[in-house]
């Protein structure tokens, strides 16, 4: 064992989680030598501009000279928050490549270059962790890598983006409208002025990336994602499916299908007592099947500083200890398996159809002749709110192919007593 | 790294885990070398009768011989899923001096001789895990020391036994009394024909003196949780809490009160959007609170044989890539800090309290009284089911010391109009 008194880390990044780490560092300070016995001091921060003042940082960690930090041989752990796929994955690199272990929170980096980093990292014997990168502050890497590694996980869904989870919350309990529980959320500094990274599914979709490489062994990254966002559920959606005891919340789902991962982020109506359904705000979760653990859900904090800087200050320790022990890339990340994708066509789902159509006898029985031609069964239909000579058609149509349905949905939209199809949105 | 082809484990105990761990090593022994690098062969099943047969486990690995397992060099990782604090401490004790690593879900045995185990294990730097001793397949051991080693852990409160989750709920959901609800229980397997030890909060009470032991560093027993089981709750108080908007759990606690550990099992009302009051039957979950992370929430399966040996095997795996990096002793419990345990008298609560009183004007008004005379507040008072001259009076008490509820208590029931107190029970 090292009997180093001190392990050296550098921050690439003082933003809202940089910034929470390096006080959460501070604040923990006598505690963290008692837990993994060193003391971890944050020798170097590196920020874009090291003569502005930043709130809590001493000022003369703060550097915007990448050399001093990737030449400093006592820097031992490079930590980085900086976000982004450029500049990052270049940092990270150079930092394993001279034998210097990373924490990151970067879920973009990883969902588009985790293979090269793990391999990177395996190559130099160095450690990479990232356990903020998949829903903050939610224990869930280390879980799916370590305690379930003797299982087989069967299936994950999960509510990895508390924008949304926001949204779809005010929109559901306070009946908002998208745009104004949107706005609501933006002032509540939940969404960014720029939302499309979360309510386009495109966050979610990075974090389900990195979950299926992880939990099939097998290279997925953010393309292989099919990616569905909430913009187009209607308040309509989220009234109806709540009197068929369903609730909309925006879901990543990986499971294996017929030999190969099936992976994408859509709405989906869960029904009222599904543990994911629970899942209110801001809040993030993840609900893991396993053949042998069976049913488990995690939930917590999936942003914000101070949780996120409590994920990684997490492995900053672990890492600490593996330093310590020599015992680093204990837990690397590997593919060893190449499974195939399955291909959005191929996906089976039931499915809710929202449908404005002529209110008129006969209008039902030509649609269902339309949707058995094309073998689509029908689990349930109701019809809502008929006014001048318009009614609203709902369906929930049993488990099909998505080319079916999509089949399905351009035959009806030819008939002339459809009017439009308004939503169509997956069932659990 | 070591090279070695096969790590080789032993089992004790070949009961319901027992067999379930065999099966699931059988079962993923080609995904296990690809994952930890060796492969895991249990080379011997301790068991009481060799010559039995057992559904499952080759013949040939049976044995009653403790001496073929502490004596054989290559047995490096002894499994005890014996439970009971007796000969399973022995074995454990012996086979951690022998230099072997030890896996275990011995729940009893950790709660009354944790300590002396984790420091044997320290001093021969032998790895003693435990995943599978609170609540099963429920990853919450390793996020506790690892995930969440950079924060504060201010508050856990767990429904961490499913026997009397279930029967709470059934009594809940059906309005069975706790005798049917417990025989339902029994009938499917939930519950032992002699329940002690989960409906008197015993087993919660042990997986809550482990937690405390882990977040406080602090040595905690068994003996130091104060418990209270299901036994006393009636359904009238399910009924009635409901009402207010409750839910009724039995909740193990632990939290840092004014310096001290703060520990106890007991049944407790919770709101109905707590996110524990949602979960039902025998499911199992922990609910962590952060002064960094803030909260988060663990649910899955917290008995049962592949669930739990799902624990199990994901500790063993974990032990085996300590194995082959020479780093085992990686996470050690250690109780570097000496904090006193808050005695019972000094918890404070908020509590239910359910009272059988003469139905006339002025009773509230003596009751109310007595009360403000011992220094507990109202927070809520309501009349029910009133009937030959007997009211069922409900309270809502404010924050208080135990010691003042059980002196006022005893106060109310010298009141001539007061017959009976009928249940005090703590709310959240």
Known sequence: MSDKKCIYAA?????????????????????????????LVIKKVLVKDASKHRDGIDKDVLTDNWEEIINDPEIQIVIELMGGTGIARTRILEALKAGKHVVTANKDLLAEHGEEIFSVARENNCDIQFEAAV???????????????????????????????????????????????????????????????????LDAARKMAIIAQLIYHTNVTFADVYKEGITSVMPDDIRYSGELGYVIKLVGVVKMTDGKVEVHVNPMLLEKDHPLATVRNSFNAIFV????????????????????????????????????????????????????????????????IRMKVEDRPGVLA????????????????????TADGVADLLFIIEEVEEAHMVEACEAMRSLDCVYSIASVIRVY
Chains 1, 2 share one sequence.
């Not at 799916?144 to 069967?154: E, F, K």
Request: charge should be negative; hydrophobic fraction near 40%; aromatic fraction near 4%.
């Open 11 to 39: 921050l690439l990044g003082a933003g809202t989680v940089g910034g929470g780490v390096y006080r959460l560092v501070k604040k923990m300070k006598k505690e963290i030598p008692l837990r993994v016995g060193s003391e």
């Open 135 to 201: 829903a903050g502050a939610i224990p869930i890497i280390r879980p799916l890598m370590q305690n379930m590694a003797g299982d087989n996980i069967t299936e994950i869904m999960g509510i990895v983006n508390g924008t949304t989870n926001y949204i779809l919350t005010k929109m559901t309990e306070d009946k908002m409208g998208y745009h104004d529980a949107l706005a609501v959320a933006q002032r509540k500094g939940y969404a960014e002025s720029d939302p499309t990274s979360d309510v386009d599914g």
């Open 289 to 352: 099947k396993g053949e042998a653990m069976d049913d488990a859900m995690f939930m917590g904090r999936g942003a914000g500083s101070l949780p996120t800087a409590s994920a990684v200050l997490g492995d900053v320790m672990d890492v600490m200890r593996n330093i310590r022990l020599g015992c680093c890339n204990r837990v690397p990340v590997e593919n060893y398996k190449e499974t195939p994708i399955l291909q959005i066509d191929e996906i089976k789902s039931k499915y809710f």
């Open 366 to 385: 030509e649609i269902a002749v339309v949707l058995g031609e094309n073998a689509v069964g029908i689990a349930n239909v109701s019809q809502k709110d």
